[in-house]
């Protein structure tokens, strides 16, 4: 069973910082893209980010590009988003889900954790 589980979000003034973790179990992390994906209330889900298995390859939303960075370790099944320049539309759920920017919806995706960006 695909279990997925963010940390690290908070409420972070307009301009901050804050770096999400996804520990994922349940698969071979290493063998599949990964993603990250945002939900703000009323608001459908919005892809943000996605990192290939070996991270050669990362690809962004444009709302977002140049401000967030994706990573991950392979040793300790573990993805992050480092967030910069936060701004108060960038408030919403942020969960990480297995697959690409495409096929993420059918991989599985964690409970999510908040982010809010206000002063």
């Known amino acids: 069973e695909v279990q997925l589980v963010e940390s690290g979000g908070g409420v972070v003034q307009p301009g901050g910082s804050l770096r999400l973790s996804c520990a994922a179990s349940?698969?071979?992390?290493?063998?599949?893209?990964m993603s990250w994906v945002r939900q703000a209330p009323g608001k459908g889900p919005e892809w943000v980010s996605e990192?290939?298995?070996?991270?050669?390859?990362?690809n962004y939303a444009d709302s977002v590009k140049g401000r967030f960075a994706i990573s991950r370790d392979n040793a300790r099944n573990t993805l992050f988003l480092q967030m910069a320049s936060l701004r108060p539309e960038d408030s919403a759920v942020y969960f990480c889900?297995?697959?690409?920017?495409?096929?993420?919806?059918?991989?599985?995706r964690g409970q999510g954790t908040q982010v809010t960006v206000s002063s």
């Open positions: 349940g698969f071979i992390f290493g063998d599949y893209p």
């Open positions: 889900a297995r697959g690409n920017r495409f096929n993420w919806p059918s991989g599985g």
């Open positions: 990192i290939s298995s070996n991270s050669h390859f990362r």
